[in-house]
């Protein structure tokens, strides 16, 4: 998979002028969509890409854009336009058109088709500096055992935090609470965000995800709390390379720089190492 991504990423698209639109070809589309004669953005304000588009590149396949429009467009040839009806799934994302039935009209205006180059040595000298077809292939090979391997750590490491969430019942410091709940509620709005979420279906859902978020920083702190008596009663301690390795990768994760995730959630360390010498 690692090796084909980086041939896909050297890709390049050849014009096709004869024969119809097929799957994985990318088709160029004219397209405007309608709900009961009116425009989409009248009954959801957020459905403008779905709405009308012009000259646009669209790969063709049963994941692409809305669900069941690309099955429609099978078949077309260049210049074709179509109109159809597409009913909207009950679990569309906008909530105002989940269940409903949209109209659509169509014109193919051009088709291309993706060209993935072999993997040789020059494509890999391309892709990487000096790399060749074996080195890349090791890298690859590699990279997958890596990932085996933490897959493996953390599946034992979430039946270890699950066996001690469940066993273990105390009282849990009210302001430690309230910080990891601010914590996991800016991670997931954060996520949410990134995966397309609007300002409005997050105010929607502000009770749902509060609740997600408080429960998970009750489990995180009760969690925390135990590993740091398993951790002292056994003189087990974190180097500052492995804190500030882990809390590179949260904050990558979280989408901001190491220094400011630190700082933010890390205090008492983060002046401890950025004091200024006296």
């Not at 070809?25 to 004219?30: E, M, N, P, R």
């Not at 953005?41 to 429009?69: C, Y």
């Not at 088709?113 to 890298?139: F, G, K, R, S, Y």
Request: net charge negative; proline share 4%; aromatic share 8%.
């Amino acid at each position: 998979h690692m090796l084909y991504h980086m041939r896909q990423q050297a890709a390049t698209f050849e014009e096709v002028t004869e024969g119809e639109l097929e799957n994985d070809h990318y088709g160029v589309l004219d397209y405007e969509a309608t709900f009961e004669g009116k425009p989409l953005t009248e009954t959801a304000e957020d459905a403008g890409a779905m709405e009308k588009g012009e000259g646009q590149w669209l790969r063709i396949n049963e994941h692409s854009f809305v669900p069941g429009f690309c099955e429609q467009l099978l078949g077309m040839n260049i210049g074709d336009e179509r109109e159809f009806d597409l009913e909207l799934p009950e679990e569309f994302p906008f909530e105002a058109l989940a269940g409903k039935t949209i109209q659509y009209k169509v014109k193919l205006s051009g088709i291309q088709e993706q060209v993935i180059p072999e993997l040789t040595d020059e494509l890999a000298n391309m892709i990487q500096p000096e790399a060749t077809v074996e080195t890349l292939t090791e890298q690859a090979r590699e990279r997958i055992q890596a990932n085996q391997e933490q897959e493996r750590e953390e599946s034992i490491t979430n039946q270890i935090l699950e066996y001690l969430d469940k066993e273990i019942e105390f009282e849990l410091p009210e302001s430690v609470v309230e910080n990891e709940t601010q914590r996991q509620l800016h991670e997931l709005v954060q996520r949410s965000q990134m995966q397309g979420a609007t300002e409005d279906q997050l105010v929607e859902q502000q009770e749902e995800i509060f609740d997600h978020a408080n429960k998970q920083a009750e489990v995180n702190v009760k969690v925390g709390f135990s590993l740091s008596q398993i951790a002292e009663k056994e003189s087990i301690a974190a180097t500052n390379e492995e804190i500030l390795q882990r809390a590179g990768f949260m904050a990558e994760q979280s989408g901001v720089s190491p220094k400011k995730y630190f700082k933010r959630w890390c205090p008492a360390h983060f002046r401890k190492h950025n004091e200024p010498t006296r």
